[in-house]
């Protein structure tokens, strides 16, 4: 469902990663990056990934957070660039009861917490994506950011699999 990897990467200029605006589904803001040679650059003597990403993104998720969804990408290899105590909660749902908009699949009732965790800044998590999750933003003033790394038809073991620490 997630898991918390040690990885680390050098100081990020986000002028150089934020691009057009990609999506904004409710409660956050998705950017297509900007300058990709210089992301990886900054990424090459820290991660390898035996398996290339389909895409990576920035994220902003703001108050109060995403409702319960999954996304259509399978996983996520989140690094938060910033934090302010925002909990990522994963659920169960005991009815399958769905609603589909442009982004996600929105889960509406009868929801059973299986997991959370809270990240700090700097920390890289892996996240399947495919399992209902939500981000719960405490206070109107905190905002979150994320630089994803995004597979849309591997699983979670083949991604934890292939990324190789330097």
Do not use: C, Q
């Amino acid at each position: 469902m997630f898991k918390k990897l040690e990885l680390s990467i050098d100081k990020l200029d986000l002028k150089k990663l934020v691009g057009e605006e990609s999506y904004r589904p409710t409660g956050a803001v998705e950017f297509e990056i900007k300058d990709r040679t210089y992301l990886y650059d900054k990424i090459k003597n820290h991660i390898n990934f035996k398996i290339k990403p389909d895409y990576e993104l920035v994220g902003i998720i703001k108050y109060p957070g995403t409702f319960p969804h999954t996304d259509y990408w399978n996983v996520s290899l989140n690094y938060y660039i910033s934090t302010n105590n925002e909990s990522t909660m994963f659920w169960k749902n005991k009815d399958n009861k769905i609603t589909r908009n442009d982004t996600a699949y929105i889960f509406d009732s009868n929801l059973i917490e299986i997991g959370s965790f809270l990240a700090k800044k700097n920390e890289f998590y892996l996240l399947d994506t495919k399992i209902i999750h939500s981000i719960k933003v405490e206070k109107n003033t905190d905002i979150r950011f994320i630089l994803r790394f995004v597979w849309n038809n591997n699983s979670f073991e083949e991604i934890l699999n292939s990324i190789i620490p330097l």
